[in-house]
């Protein structure tokens, strides 16, 4: 059995779990709403405050989609209570980063600011060299990170660039000089 996929999922007061036919699952809660289609080989069921997801025998396929489609809707219960955050550092002379309505202008080091909308259901705020990304979809608030991150990915030598601010950059020593 899989050890992610066999754990319940505990559902908090406050939040309310519907399940459609083809595994069709809308999760209310505080902060919103999520909805999302997962594969119909896994049955989903509500019991006694906590949702299980069974697989219908041990087929590799299956297997594998029960621990993803249980990590899946735990993602979404915990998006739609507490939300998902990401945090990025700019660090680089001269780079900075500013909000303008639901766009973030980000000044690279290139010739022209590179702008930035907001998707749907995501926020992000700057503060000082800090950029916070926030909403309830974890898969979005990942992937707009990511775009972000993108944009100037941090470089070995002098550690200038976008990173999360968990991230370690590994530095590499430059060239020396002549003898």
């Known amino acids: ?16 779990v519907d399940i459609a036919a083809g595994n069709v699952v809308t999760v209310k809660g505080p902060k919103g709403t999520l909805t999302r289609e997962l594969s119909e080989a896994m049955s989903i ?24 489609t249980r990590a899946l809707l735990h993602n979404m219960v915990v998006g739609v209570t507490d939300g998902f955050q990401k945090t990025l550092e700019i660090n680089g002379v001269g780079y900075r980063a500013q909000k303008q309505g639901n766009k973030l202008v980000l000044s690279l080091g290139y010739s022209h600011p590179v702008e930035m ?9 700057v503060e000082g060299n800090k950029i916070i990304i926030k909403g309830i979809s974890k ?41």
């Open 117 to 125: 909308v907001d998707p749907d259901g995501v926020e992000s705020t």
């Open 1 to 16: 059995m899989s050890r992610i996929g066999r754990m319940p999922i505990p559902v908090p007061a406050g939040v309310t």
């Open 45 to 68: 069921e509500m019991e006694d405050g906590h949702l299980v997801v069974k697989r219908p025998n041990d087929l590799k396929r299956n297997k594998a989609l029960h621990g993803l």
């Open 139 to 179: 898969e979005k608030v990942g992937q707009y990170a990511a775009n972000i991150r993108e944009k100037r990915a941090p470089e070995p030598y002098k550690g200038k660039g976008i990173k999360y601010s968990d991230e370690i950059i590994r530095r590499k020593v430059g060239k020396t000089g002549k003898k």
